[in-house]
Every structure is written in structure tokens, then in C-alpha cells.
């Protein structure tokens, strides 16, 4: 499954395997292989699809699954369509798809330099967040996220977790699931992350993984609200420790959540990776 997501080189979270594998109760994941594609739906029920990965022509694993759509009388639905395969799509089948575009499910992509150094004017309020977090934390410390460590972290995002609500609010319960998944197969995955002390108090952890040779993926960041400076302690830390030999780092989308938004857009990414849902509107 990992070798057809990596097919085409295509640079966005849901081409990565632990994405998928993390998410996969949430969102009701299925995945077959049809040929030498890759076809992944969420929700059987009314079902939605990322597009076919692999590096031949997909136009028959399309076909396959228009006709699975029209014998249970939904349409066929690609989500999270990358620029590029929208223009394969529009190729292959002239005026037979509408597309829109899904803000929501961008992929925000920053130099890895700028994360590790903070530097420049964009940058100067996370500079003094973190200016403050060490005068006020004078016994912080960083360490790799490893198998001895793991189940501190674990503790601290339960709490974190139970603090923010997570069995009210249910983008934060389903987050809370995947969140569970990425430690219960963390050596599985082979992900690598980071904890952040105060003292000997985990207070801030993140986890991810390599996506492609010049870019890696960052699936998880928590840090408690009420320690300022935190976030952007351990996000600078990561990075000094893993990002060296990286052009990018992928910090995934935003779902819609404004506070989420306005906290990703202040870190200045270099481009975002846009995405859009594709409607089969005609025969093929």
C-alpha cells in the first residue's frame, strides 16, 4: 500500500500511509488495489474516494469505480484532488466532472529553514514566544520521542485531552482517535517526534515521518494552552532536531478550523498544497 501511495510523488497527507492508517476508523477507510492503482474510499455508505494512485493510467480504475458508484445509486465523488490530477482527470474525460475547490483540506508546506530559525519579520512574535517560554521555563528541556519516553507523552496528551474537552467536541474526539492510533503503533509506523519538559513535566509532544526525500510530514503537535510559549517551543525544537536535511515541512491542513487557520497562516508557509472535490457529472 505504502509503494502505490508514493506513485506520482504527489506531495499531500492523504498519499501518506499513516495518515490513512491513523484516520481509517474515523472516516470509515477502505483500500483494494485495481491493477497497479491504488483505490482508497471513506464511508461505504455514501461513499467519497482520493484519486487513484499509481503511475499508469488511471482511466480504467476511474471507470471501475463509476460503474461501483452507479449500481448503488450515489455519484462519483473524488475528494481531496490534487492540481495535477484534476488536469489528468480533465484529459481523460473532457467536460464529464465539476470541480471545486476545498479550502478546508489545503496542506500548508513551509521551509523547514525558517521553522528551525525563526528568523525575519514575519516571524517575530513566534520569536518572542519562545524568548518568553525560556525565560519563564527555566528548567525546560527537549528529548526525541522514543519507546522508553512514549508513554509519558501518551499521559500528557490524555490530560490535554481530557482538559480541552475531547468527549464533548467531537472533531477533538475524533482527533483524540487518530492521536491514539500514532502512539499505539508508533515503532510500527517507524514515526519519529519530540517531547518538551518543564522541569520533569512533559508539557508538549509532536510526532511524524518523512512524506517524500525533500519533505517531511508532521501528524501531531500538542502542547498545554496555559504555558506560553509552548506550541512554539516544541515546534522550533522539532525542528532543529529533524528537519536538517528537509526542504519543506508539510504541517497538514486546517479542517475548517478558523483558530487553526489563523495559527498556521502566522508561521507564513511557502505555499499551500490546494485540493479539490471532483463530481462525476457525465458517462464514462
Known amino acids: 500500500m505504502t509503494a502505490l501511495l508514493n506513485e506520482g510523488h504527489r506531495g499531500s497527507l492523504e498519499y501518506n500511509f499513516t495518515s490513512n492508517f491513523i484516520w481509517r476508523k474515523v472516516y470509515k477507510l477502505h483500500a483494494s488495489r485495481f491493477g497497479d492503482h491504488l483505490l482508497v474510499m471513506a464511508d461505504a455508505e455514501n461513499p467519497t474516494f482520493i484519486f487513484p494512485s499509481g503511475k499508469s493510467d488511471p482511466s480504467d480504475a476511474v471507470r471501475a469505480l463509476a460503474k461501483y458508484t452507479a449500481e448503488r445509486g450515489v455519484p462519483l465523488v473524488f475528494n481531496t484532488v490534487l492540481n495535477q490530477d484534476q488536469g489528468r482527470l480533465e484529459a481523460l474525460f473532457p467536460d464529464q466532472f465539476t470541480f471545486e475547490p476545498d479550502r478546508n483540506d489545503f496542506d500548508y508546506v513551509y521551509q523547514a529553514k525558517n521553522l528551525m530559525t525563526l528568523k525575519g519579520k514575519k516571524l517575530s512574535n513566534k520569536r518572542n514566544r519562545v524568548n518568553r517560554f525560556m525565560a519563564s521555563e527555566r528548567q525546560w528541556s527537549y528529548e526525541r520521542l ?25 472533531d477533538l474526539f475524533n482527533e483524540s482517535c487518530a492521536v491514539e492510533q500514532a502512539f ?7 514515526l519519529t517526534g519530540g517531547l518538551l519538559r518543564a522541569g520533569r513535566k512533559v508539557i508538549a509532544f509532536t510526532m511524524g515521518e518523512p512524506l517524500n526525500a525533500d519533505t517531511y510530514l508532521v501528524h501531531v503537535e500538542k502542547a498545554y494552552n496555559n504555558i506560553e510559549g509552548a506550541y512554539q517551543m516544541i515546534n522550533q525544537q522539532f525542528a532543529l532536531d529533524a528537519f536538517e536535511k528537509y526542504t519543506y515541512i508539510n504541517r497538514e491542513d486546517d479542517a475548517g478550523d478558523e483558530g487553526l487557520r489563523k495559527a498556521k497562516l502566522s508561521y507564513a ?11 462525476l457529472i457525465g458517462l464514462i
Do not use: I
Not at 148 to 162: G, I, V, Y
Not at 184 to 190: C, D, T
Open 146 to 170: 522514543t519507546p522508553e519516553n512514549l508513554d509519558e507523552a501518551h499521559l500528557m496528551s490524555l490530560t490535554w485531552c481530557r482538559e480541552a474537552g475531547c468527549m464533548e467536541d467531537e
Open 184 to 190: 499505539k503503533h508508533y515503532e510500527a509506523l517507524k
Open 269 to 279: 508557509p511557502a505555499f499551500l498544497v490546494e485540493k479539490s472535490s471532483a463530481k
